[in-house]
Each structure stands twice: as C-alpha cells, then as structure tokens.
C-alpha cells in the first residue's frame, strides 16, 4: 500500500468529503477519507454514516429553472454521486427533491468503502497534515483541535452563527381529519401534510411560542450567538412581528383545503421524510426551545395534538472561515494551493452547494496529482458563480450564500417575465457547462 505523501487526504465524510473522495478515486486516484463518527460524534450527528442528512432530507427545488433545480442539473451532468444517489433514493416532496435519508447514507457508505481506491478511516485528524494533497471538507462542526490548527494556518479568526434542526414526527399520530394533503399551488405531487390554522388558533400558537423557554446558551455562545437568515428559528421569528411566520413557513398562499376549498389563516407544513411516509418533518420549524416546551407549544397546532416526535428539534454553533480572504474560485488555499477545501466550511449553504464544493474540490486536487491545470468553473453557471462569490465577496461582511439567481451574470437581454428570465439562466447554464467540460 502507498504512504499518505503518494495519496490524496479528504478530511470529513459528510457531503462534501464524500463527493471529493469519489471525484478523486474516479479520476483513478488513491484517496484516504477520514470521518470521525462514530468514534466520536458531534452534536448535531447522530450516526456514523458518510453523508448524513442533519437538518433536512430535502435537496431544495427539482425544477431546473430555479436555483438549486439548476445546481442539481449541473451537477448530474458531472457526474456527482451525492445527486445519482438522491434520485435513486428519492421520496415524494411535491416540486422538490428529497430522500429517505436513511438508505441514502448507508448507500453512498457502502459504495465508497467498496470503492478499490478509496480507504476509509474513522478517526480524528486533529491537525491539517503538513504535506501532500488535502482536501478540508469538515463542516460546520470542525473539532475544536483541528479548527484551532486551521485558524492558526490562515491567521485569521473563524467568523460563527446558529443553524438548528427542525422535529420529526410520527405519520400515524397525525390527525387527517385536520391535516390535508397537498403542494403549493397544486405543483407536482399533493406530498405535503398541512396543518391549517384560524386567526385565533395562529394568535394563540405566537403567544406561546414567544414565552416558551429555550435552551440557555453558554457564555462562549452567548458573545457570539448570530442567527444565518436563511435558518432562523421558529420562536425567533415568532418574536419579529405578529405576521411574520404568516409571510415565512407558515404562509397559506397556494393552499387550500380541497374538502372544503378554504385557505386557512395560516399553515404548517410538513413534509414526507421517507419512503414509507412514516416519518414527516415539521418545515421551516428550526427551534431551540427546550425539549419538553417543544412537545407543548407544537401539540398546540390543529392536526398535531397528539404528535408523537422522533426527533425533536437542536440547535448547534456552526462555523466557517472567511473565503474571500483564503480561497481561489478553484476552492485551493491561496497560500498553499496543494489544500482545498468545500462544504460549509467555506460558507456555502445548503446540501446540494455542499456537493457541488466537493465535486470541485476533489476534481481539482485529482489534477494537481495527475500535474494538469485546476478548472475554474464559467460564472454562466450555477456553480462557477458560487465559487466566484464566495472567493471574491467583501471579506468584511461575508456571510454563507445558498445558490441563487442573483449571483450570475446578467443575460445580455432583459426578459421581464421571471419564469422566462430564469429559463434562460438556465438554458446559457447548461450550455456553457456542456462546451465547457472535458476529461
């Protein structure tokens, strides 16, 4: 067997680690993964398989006029095994494309531990190894003793916020007789169970939530404590204004109750967290209440009186490091071009961003072994523009950025219907990616 110096490092084995390491054994590579878990789990993991979902089991849009649509139809264009994967595991979630997270996990384990020029070692690596080709795909939740090591590498202090998990309930203690089944606007499948609510009934959920009492943060936390926008908790929003969940996850707009053709104050949704339909998670519900709180203030909305949870709802210090400062578009460290890194750990958002991050990570640093050039993705499409932004955002207000629209480069035609104008992103998109492309 090859030493570590003639063999590519991937440290992590979430979405990102889990990625680069196939892109890297595909390009005929030897590759060693290391992921901790189950040795030593974090606080938001909870078993040691390569890619497991935390937050969500939902990859966001399917359709590929809109921004993760489109970062999912790149992505199966390269080749990506986390997206082969989801569609091969996919479960019923109207317009979006969401998986039984449990086969999923074990699939991709199996696949890479299998793989001839993959090893895998569960242990902690709690320094970045010295020489060679790595690749950092550690996460939001990086061991304090190898975030240490790489905030002393890049001289610079991480910059942090909260990310919490929504709870999971139970399908058959689910009232039906409440909870209607459908999508908004009626787009793709009717795979949605929603919980609707009168005013009274929504004014008196708010009150509650807002006095609920929630987990007390440490004093670390507590100086540091910044919510991600995209990721706030339900009692924050709560706390915002009286309608402010009305115009967030709990809007009606789209809904209505085909037994009665009403739309509803407001509503919660669920959606199907696998394939069986026995486990649904409570959509947009990130929380940080206490344990006993969150079975009291959720049992409050009509259809889940009797909710029984599988999970209930965490929330967890997630970090990453100032990429503008650190990285190239090609995601090597400027000041050590043979370290990459992807993931949320270099402030993208999302799991399919995350995927992406590990493709390109892992693509480049089979290159650099085999001595070719590393690739730079076309800013046209969805993942040249987030590498681009996120290596070239103000260092000084750089926050994680999900894919969005926003960031590519205007067409060279204005296209007022926003259905058109997004098409249209997506058809230069794809093009610019087919011609742009080579083994």
């Known amino acids: 067997m090859t030493n570590n110096k003639q063999r590519i490092q991937v440290i992590g084995g979430g979405l990102a680690g889990t990625e680069a390491a196939w892109q890297i054994a595909q390009a005929g590579i030897p590759v060693v993964l290391y992921e901790m878990r189950p040795t030593r789990l974090t606080p938001a993991h909870h078993t040691g398989e390569l890619a497991e979902l935390v937050c969500s089991n939902s990859f966001g849009a399917m359709s590929s006029d809109r921004a993760a649509g489109l970062l999912h139809s790149e992505l199966r264009q390269l080749g990506s095994i986390i997206v082969g994967k989801a569609d091969e595991h996919a479960v019923p979630a109207g317009g979006a494309l969401a998986v039984d997270r449990g086969q999923f996990s074990q699939e991709l384990t199996k696949t890479l531990a299998t793989h001839p020029l993959i090893e895998l070692r569960r242990e902690e690596v709690p320094q970045i190894p010295p020489e060679g080709i790595v690749v950092l795909t550690t996460g939001p939740l ?17 910059m942090s916020f909260f990310d919490a998990a929504s709870p999971i309930v139970v399908g058959e203690s689910i009232n039906r007789d409440i909870a209607f089944l459908a999508s908004r606007y009626d787009k793709g499948d009717a795979a949605y169970l929603n919980c609707p609510m009168n005013s009274e009934q929504y004014l008196h959920f708010r009150q509650e939530l807002c006095q609920a009492q929630q987990v007390e943060l440490k004093d670390f936390e507590r100086e540091t404590a910044k919510f991600f926008e995209g990721c706030l908790p339900i009692e924050e929003l709560a706390q915002r204004g009286e309608d402010t969940m009305r115009y967030g996850p709990l809007k009606p707009v789209g809904l209505s109750d085909l037994r009665t053709g009403d739309r509803s104050y407001a509503v919660v949704q669920l959606r199907q967290e696998d394939k069986a339909g026995q486990l649904w998670n409570m959509v947009g519900f990130q929380t940080n209440l206490r344990w006993s709180e969150q079975k009291r203030v959720f049992r409050l909305i009509p259809g889940l009186e009797q909710a029984e949870f599988v999970r209930l709802g965490v929330m967890h210090r ?67 523009a987030l590498f681009e932004f996120i290596s070239s955002a103000s260092p000084k207000h750089f926050q994680p950025m999900p894919p969005n629209f926003g960031i590519l480069p205007e067409l060279p035609m ?26």
């Open 142 to 158: 990086t061991s304090h003793d190898l975030a240490e090591d790489l905030r002393h590498f890049t001289g610079l202090e991480y």
């Open 318 to 384: 997630n970090t990453f490091i100032n990429a503008p400062e650190l990285l190239q578009p090609s995601l090597q460290f400027k000041q050590r071009p043979t370290l990459l890194a992807a993931g949320q750990l270099i402030g993208t958002e999302g799991y399919t961003a995350a995927s992406a991050g590990g493709w390109l990570a892992g693509t480049n640093a089979a290159r650099l072994a085999l001595g070719k050039e590393p690739l730079t993705l076309p800013p046209t499409t969805m993942m040249g």
């Open 414 to 439: 204005r296209i007022r219907s926003k259905q058109e104008r997004y098409g249209a992103y997506r058809d230069r998109a794809l093009a610019d990616l087919d011609s742009w492309y080579t083994d």
